[in-house]
């Protein structure tokens, strides 16, 4: 059925590892999966990427930028060899007009189009993608993750190299970081806002 999903979450709710296993069903049923995931990351103009998940599941996926024309790609995909469904990964990275694309493909080829990706970044702020797939996705799912107190983790913190939180930089950040998913109240104490 062609509809464009949305799977968000904080960082480590296990992402991609749904977005694999879900691109095996397809394709252990013998239908056409195109895989998708950032290149925002430095990877060469024509490379295919990969999407990793913690648990050590991978797969090849084509790498989208922020000047990738979406649907021209998925419709060369399909005047080339049957598809049946499309899976992007990182999805927060997606421009306005990339969502629309997404959501153009799957209207006019009969696909479905499964986004997964972060809600919002380390500072509580929608990204770009997320926003706009929040407000078109026919279908919203939510994978959970905890914080390191059992309450349900819905924002993600960055820690600089000293292993503080950090408040400001990019929101694409090129180079490896590393990320605590926590919920809200200790994402706030984390950030020195509460101070009640």
Not at 55 to 77: E, K, V, Y
Request: charged fraction near 25%; hydrophobic fraction near 40%.
């Amino acid at each position: 059925m062609s509809k464009l999903y949305f799977t968000y979450s904080a960082m480590n709710a296990g992402k991609s590892a749904i977005l694999l296993q879900a691109a095996y069903n397809y394709r252990e049923r013998g239908m056409e999966t195109m895989l998708w995931t950032s290149g925002h990351h430095g990877a060469a103009d024509d490379a295919m990427g990969r999407i990793e998940s913690r648990i050590g599941l991978s797969a090849d996926a084509h790498l989208f930028r922020s000047d990738t024309d979406l649907f021209s790609a998925i419709a060369a995909q399909r005047d080339d060899k049957p598809l049946h469904v499309v899976f992007l990964d990182e999805a927060q990275f997606l421009t306005r007009d990339q969502v629309w694309q997404l959501a153009r493909a799957g209207d006019q080829f009969g696909l479905p189009v499964l986004c997964y990706g972060l809600r919002t970044d380390f500072q509580g702020e929608l990204f770009e993608g997320s926003a706009m797939l929040l407000a078109l996705a026919d279908d919203l799912r939510e994978a959970r993750t905890i914080c390191h107190c059992g309450r349900k983790a819905t924002m993600t913190a960055r820690l600089g190299p000293d292993g503080d939180v950090v408040t400001d930089g990019d929101k694409i950040l090129v180079e490896k970081a590393e990320y605590v998913s926590l919920c809200r109240k200790h994402w706030e104490d984390a950030l020195g806002r509460n101070t009640a």
